[in-house]
Protein backbone atom coordinates (compact mmCIF):
# COMPACT_ATOMS: atom_id res chain seq x y z
CA UNK A 1 0.00 0.00 0.00
CA UNK A 2 1.20 3.16 -1.15
CA UNK A 3 1.55 6.65 1.48
CA UNK A 4 -1.52 7.97 0.22
CA UNK A 5 -3.35 5.16 0.46
CA UNK A 6 -1.99 4.96 3.64
CA UNK A 7 -2.84 8.59 4.52
CA UNK A 8 -6.70 7.48 3.43
CA UNK A 9 -6.84 4.34 5.53
CA UNK A 10 -5.51 6.90 8.32
CA UNK A 11 -8.01 9.67 8.14
CA UNK A 12 -10.35 6.30 8.34
CA UNK A 13 -8.79 5.48 11.55
CA UNK A 14 -9.40 8.90 13.13
CA UNK A 15 -13.08 8.91 12.23
CA UNK A 16 -13.95 6.84 15.90
CA UNK A 17 -12.05 8.82 17.40
CA UNK A 18 -13.08 12.16 16.37
CA UNK A 19 -17.04 10.68 17.31
CA UNK A 20 -15.59 9.65 20.83
CA UNK A 21 -14.01 13.39 21.57
CA UNK A 22 -16.93 15.28 20.38
CA UNK A 23 -19.59 13.46 21.96
CA UNK A 24 -17.80 13.59 25.00
CA UNK A 25 -18.64 17.58 25.01
CA UNK A 26 -14.98 18.21 23.83
CA UNK A 27 -15.66 20.49 20.97
CA UNK A 28 -12.12 22.61 20.47
CA UNK A 29 -10.10 18.96 20.09
CA UNK A 30 -12.99 17.53 17.84
CA UNK A 31 -12.39 20.28 15.58
CA UNK A 32 -8.52 19.90 15.95
CA UNK A 33 -8.66 16.18 15.34
CA UNK A 34 -11.58 16.36 12.32
CA UNK A 35 -8.65 19.42 10.91
CA UNK A 36 -5.60 17.15 10.96
CA UNK A 37 -8.11 14.54 9.09
CA UNK A 38 -9.10 16.82 6.62
CA UNK A 39 -5.63 17.46 6.00
CA UNK A 40 -5.06 14.20 4.98
CA UNK A 41 -6.92 14.48 1.79
CA UNK A 42 -5.13 16.76 0.71
CA UNK A 43 -1.74 15.57 1.30
CA UNK A 44 -2.78 12.58 0.01
CA UNK A 45 -4.09 13.96 -3.10
CA UNK A 46 -0.95 15.79 -3.63
CA UNK A 47 1.42 12.91 -2.79
CA UNK A 48 -0.73 10.75 -5.40
CA UNK A 49 -0.70 13.05 -7.83
CA UNK A 50 2.89 14.70 -7.60
CA UNK A 51 4.92 11.01 -7.30
CA UNK A 52 2.27 9.72 -9.95
CA UNK A 53 0.42 7.05 -6.72
CA UNK A 54 -3.03 7.26 -7.85
CA UNK A 55 -4.64 3.89 -7.72
CA UNK A 56 -8.08 2.36 -8.35
CA UNK A 57 -8.26 1.88 -4.75
CA UNK A 58 -7.62 5.50 -3.75
CA UNK A 59 -10.09 6.59 -6.56
CA UNK A 60 -12.58 4.72 -4.36
CA UNK A 61 -11.40 4.81 -0.63
CA UNK A 62 -10.24 8.73 -0.91
CA UNK A 63 -13.75 9.66 -1.67
CA UNK A 64 -15.31 7.04 0.65
CA UNK A 65 -13.21 8.23 3.27
CA UNK A 66 -14.07 11.85 3.24
CA UNK A 67 -17.92 10.89 3.38
CA UNK A 68 -17.24 8.89 5.91
CA UNK A 69 -15.33 11.80 8.00
CA UNK A 70 -18.16 14.44 7.24
CA UNK A 71 -21.20 12.04 7.60
CA UNK A 72 -20.04 10.88 10.79
CA UNK A 73 -18.90 15.05 12.21
CA UNK A 74 -22.69 15.94 10.98
CA UNK A 75 -24.43 13.32 12.28
CA UNK A 76 -22.79 14.10 15.63
CA UNK A 77 -23.93 17.55 15.12
CA UNK A 78 -27.25 16.71 14.53
CA UNK A 79 -27.52 14.43 17.78
CA UNK A 80 -25.84 17.72 19.76
CA UNK A 81 -28.37 19.83 18.42
CA UNK A 82 -26.41 22.09 16.43
CA UNK A 83 -27.20 21.02 12.20
CA UNK A 84 -30.65 20.26 11.35
CA UNK A 85 -31.67 16.64 10.37
CA UNK A 86 -32.67 17.95 6.74
CA UNK A 87 -29.74 19.47 5.87
CA UNK A 88 -28.03 15.92 6.83
CA UNK A 89 -30.37 13.86 4.93
CA UNK A 90 -30.07 16.03 1.71
CA UNK A 91 -26.10 15.36 2.07
CA UNK A 92 -26.55 11.91 2.70
CA UNK A 93 -28.88 10.97 -0.60
CA UNK A 94 -26.49 12.42 -2.29
CA UNK A 95 -23.53 10.56 -0.99
CA UNK A 96 -25.98 7.23 -1.76
CA UNK A 97 -26.40 8.18 -4.83
CA UNK A 98 -23.33 8.78 -6.16
CA UNK A 99 -22.07 5.84 -4.27
CA UNK A 100 -24.48 3.78 -5.87
CA UNK A 101 -23.25 4.68 -9.20
CA UNK A 102 -20.10 4.08 -8.54
CA UNK A 103 -20.67 0.54 -7.55
CA UNK A 104 -22.91 0.39 -11.03
CA UNK A 105 -19.86 1.52 -12.91
CA UNK A 106 -17.66 -0.72 -10.80
CA UNK A 107 -19.57 -3.71 -11.66
CA UNK A 108 -18.67 -3.22 -15.58
CA UNK A 109 -15.33 -2.42 -14.63
CA UNK A 110 -15.54 1.32 -14.57
CA UNK A 111 -13.72 3.44 -12.07
CA UNK A 112 -15.57 6.85 -11.81
CA UNK A 113 -13.00 9.16 -10.13
CA UNK A 114 -14.47 12.17 -7.95
CA UNK A 115 -15.37 15.35 -9.85
CA UNK A 116 -14.11 18.91 -9.31
CA UNK A 117 -17.32 19.96 -7.92
CA UNK A 118 -17.55 17.36 -5.88
CA UNK A 119 -14.23 18.46 -4.41
CA UNK A 120 -14.88 21.68 -4.39
CA UNK A 121 -18.19 20.23 -1.89
CA UNK A 122 -16.08 18.38 0.08
CA UNK A 123 -14.12 21.19 0.80
CA UNK A 124 -17.03 23.64 1.78
CA UNK A 125 -18.46 20.75 3.73
CA UNK A 126 -14.50 20.12 5.47
CA UNK A 127 -14.70 24.13 6.34
CA UNK A 128 -18.43 23.70 7.85
CA UNK A 129 -17.93 21.24 10.23
CA UNK A 130 -14.99 22.80 12.04
CA UNK A 131 -16.43 26.12 12.23
CA UNK A 132 -19.42 24.58 14.28
CA UNK A 133 -17.38 22.47 16.21
CA UNK A 134 -15.55 25.80 16.99
CA UNK A 135 -19.05 27.50 17.48
CA UNK A 136 -18.40 29.64 14.57
CA UNK A 137 -15.33 31.45 16.41
CA UNK A 138 -13.81 33.58 16.08
CA UNK A 139 -16.35 35.13 13.79
CA UNK A 140 -18.59 34.84 16.93
CA UNK A 141 -16.77 37.65 17.86
CA UNK A 142 -17.55 40.13 15.25
CA UNK A 143 -21.19 38.57 14.46
CA UNK A 144 -20.64 37.44 11.40
CA UNK A 145 -22.60 33.60 10.66
CA UNK A 146 -19.58 32.09 8.43
CA UNK A 147 -20.42 28.38 10.36
CA UNK A 148 -23.88 29.01 9.51
CA UNK A 149 -22.89 30.65 5.24
CA UNK A 150 -20.82 27.66 4.90
CA UNK A 151 -22.74 24.58 5.95
CA UNK A 152 -25.69 26.13 3.12
CA UNK A 153 -22.70 26.44 0.68
CA UNK A 154 -21.67 23.01 1.17
CA UNK A 155 -25.64 22.02 1.16
CA UNK A 156 -26.03 23.76 -2.31
CA UNK A 157 -22.98 22.43 -3.29
CA UNK A 158 -23.96 19.12 -2.56
CA UNK A 159 -27.04 19.13 -4.17
CA UNK A 160 -25.31 21.23 -7.27
CA UNK A 161 -22.53 18.84 -7.32
CA UNK A 162 -25.00 15.43 -7.29
CA UNK A 163 -26.85 16.64 -10.24
CA UNK A 164 -23.67 16.85 -11.93
CA UNK A 165 -22.14 13.49 -11.40
CA UNK A 166 -25.39 11.91 -12.24
CA UNK A 167 -25.82 13.49 -15.53
CA UNK A 168 -22.45 13.40 -16.70
CA UNK A 169 -22.23 9.15 -15.87
CA UNK A 170 -25.57 8.68 -16.68
CA UNK A 171 -24.65 6.37 -19.88
CA UNK A 172 -23.80 4.05 -16.79
CA UNK A 173 -27.06 3.07 -16.22
CA UNK A 174 -27.50 2.31 -20.04
CA UNK A 175 -25.16 -0.53 -20.57
Known amino acids: M ?4 KLTMLRIIMI ?6 L ?8 AVIFILAS ?6 G ?13 KIMDPLADKLLVISALICLVELGDVAGWMVIVILAREFTVTGLR ?11 AGWLGKIKTILQMIAVPALLLQNWPFSLIGFPFATIML ?5 MTI ?3 VEYVIKNKSVFSM
Request: net charge negative; charged share 10%.
Open 103 to 113: TVAAAQGIVIA
Open 2 to 5: NLPN
Open 152 to 156: WASVI
Open 16 to 21: PVFIIV
Open 160 to 162: ISG
Open 23 to 30: MTGHYYSS
Open 39 to 44: ATDALD
Open 46 to 58: YIARKYDLITNFG
